[in-house]
């Protein structure tokens, strides 16, 4: 027989060669040592292949299905909507009673508040200053949309382009950034004065950083000021905010001020909206006009001048010479009624130590009643004997798991945390005390600008809800880790998150110990919430 051929030795070695035929071949490999050695090296060969192809199904990675939102999770999320407005319109009905009238424009449960609030803004973004924030928030928008696509190029051909491509796409980010807004003024002197002259008028809002600022002149817009020392004597169209060791104010201001300082000197001949004033001294003169409300505050106050409605004031020492259009409430220790007060509705003094230390002089005319409510001693009591604790413990519980089913149902990876070992721990408490510090920093500093006041005030937002959501996801990953532990089935994620927030709850109201429990469940939870965005907006890297 002569020698068989390639094929059917290749094909004898695969055991793919017809009986008959695979006899033959056999008998003639008895008589043939060249072909035996062939067949030896081409079955090696097979095996070889064969143990290169196997396939282990364990080392595969099988994503988790995540379904598109269905009509029961839409269900879900607009009955939390109406619970959490039934709760606001509840709280409303408990708190808004006890607010004292002179705090009446503070109440966000207020539905009236509201009401106006959305008119005045309203009619302000119908008019100029709509135009200039709808310019503002279209150039943030168009820098954001253009730095996100940069981003994700620069994400796509990461494993191509390093260094040089990263800074050519920040730079054209940056050169992408809107100027700021024209109805802007900016100032800024660290070791001078800032000065706005008697003669000059400033048609924007003016933004002044110095050492001392002095405005003598007019300003159509806002003010916003900060020095060591600060005097406003011109005119100002809008709201002054004001900061200092020393801040003086003088002229007239249409709008709101709010103002802070050592020592805080008010003798605006008008101010058309509400003053809020704090400093150690306070001092409304008599030259003042408030035309609404006044909240001070300081080691001492004294009032004089007119005051249209209602004021409220707290300090150590107050004294009271103005001319008040409604009532006055005050938390003192001392308070004196000068000759020439004149107060329209009623006198609220509370906090003293002795009924004689409210003086009434003579001449002071007082409209309403004059009531005094001497400080109650503080009862130190232990809050784990009190029914209150461990009811908003129970309510605070109940909130976090309405919440805590609507976020795992919307977003069911959250329902599956990796956190098996102690690299875990470590690594979430690292991103999450990263999170914690950096990102208020990071969206004050955007602030520092008009067009990224947006960008910065959604960070502040979500950095909020960052913090409120961090118990959930610690509890969950608790609950999982307890439930799957004692039990043999695996639970519903309601179940899960039911556990672990009862145990959350538990370690975080301990005596002594319980505000580091506390801190430590806030910044792995927020760790673990920034892995978690991170690893969703990162796409698999294949090596080619």
Not at 176 to 183: V, Y
Not at 259 to 280: C, K, M, P, Q, Y
Not at 396 to 425: C, S
Request: net charge negative; charged share 15%; proline share 3%.
């Amino acid at each position: 027989m002569n020698c068989p051929t390639e094929l059917s030795m290749v094909m004898h070695a695969d055991g793919a060669l017809p009986a008959h035929e695979a006899a033959q071949l056999e008998m003639h490999l008895s008589d043939c040592a060249q072909c035996s050695a062939r067949l030896a090296g081409l079955v090696g060969e097979v095996q070889v292949l064969r143990a290169a192809l196997v396939y282990d199904p364990a080392t595969a990675v099988v994503r988790e299905f995540v379904p598109p939102p269905s009509t029961v999770r839409v269900a879900i999320v607009a009955g939390a909507l109406l619970l959490g407005a039934a709760l606001l319109s509840t709280l409303r009905g408990l708190f808004s009673p006890s607010l004292p009238e002179a705090l009446g424009w503070f109440n966000p449960l207020d539905t009236g508040g509201i009401v106006k609030l959305v008119i005045r803004a309203g009619a302000f973004l119908l008019g100029d200053g709509g135009a200039v924030i709808a310019a503002s928030l279209l150039g943030t928008a168009l820098t954001g949309i253009a730095v996100i696509a940069l981003v994700g190029v620069v994400v796509a051909l990461r494993g191509r382009i390093r260094g040089p491509f990263v800074m050519l796409s920040l730079v054209c980010a940056l050169a992408l950034q809107a100027a700021p807004s024209h109805a802007l003024e900016l100032r800024h002197n660290d070791n001078g004065s800032v000065l706005v002259a008697a003669d000059e008028t400033v048609d924007d809002t003016l933004i002044a950083v110095g050492d001392t600022i002095e405005v003598n002149g007019n300003v159509t817009g806002d003010v916003i000021a900060f020095g060591r020392r600060v005097v406003i004597r011109g005119d100002v169209g809008g709201v002054v905010i004001a900061g200092g060791e020393t801040v003086t104010l003088d002229g007239a201001i249409d709008g709101t001020v709010i103002a802070g300082a050592e020592t805080l000197d008010v003798s605006a001949r008008r101010i058309g909206h509400n003053l809020f004033g704090a400093g150690e001294t306070v001092t409304v003169r008599d030259s003042a006009n408030i035309e609404q409300n006044a909240v001070v505050g300081g080691e001492k106050v004294s009032l004089a001048g007119h005051i249209g409605r209602d004021v409220f004031a707290g300090a150590s020492e107050i004294e009271v010479a103005s001319t008040i259009g409604h009532s006055l409430m005050a938390y003192t220790q001392r308070m004196t009624l000068l000759a020439a007060a004149r107060i329209a509705g009623d006198v609220h003094a509370r906090g003293l130590e002795k009924k004689d230390h409210v003086v009434v002089s003579p001449g002071a005319v007082i409209g309403g009643e004059l009531v005094v409510e001497l400080a109650q001693p503080r009862v130190e009591t232990n809050r784990y004997l009190t029914w209150q604790f461990y009811a908003w413990q129970l309510l605070w519980m109940v909130a976090a798991f309405i919440v805590g089913l609507v976020l795992l149902a919307a977003v069911p990876a959250l329902r599956r945390v990796p956190f098996d070992e102690t690299g875990d721990a470590l690594r979430s408490s690292a991103f999450g005390v990263i999170a914690l510090v950096a990102t208020p920093i990071i969206a004050l500093l955007v602030c520092a600008t008009v067009v990224g006041i947006p960008l910065g005030v959604i960070a502040l937002l979500l950095w909020g809800i960052g913090i409120y959501l961090a118990k959930v996801i610690v509890a969950q990953v608790v609950g999982t880790h307890v439930v799957e532990t004692l039990g043999e089935r695996r639970e519903h994620f309601a179940v899960r998150l039911a556990v672990g927030l009862f145990i959350v709850t538990l370690a975080t109201s301990l005596p002594f110990i319980g505000g580091i429990f506390t801190f430590l469940v806030t910044i792995v939870g927020l760790g673990l919430l920034v892995l978690v965005i991170r690893d969703a907006m990162q796409e698999p890297a294949y090596d080619e």
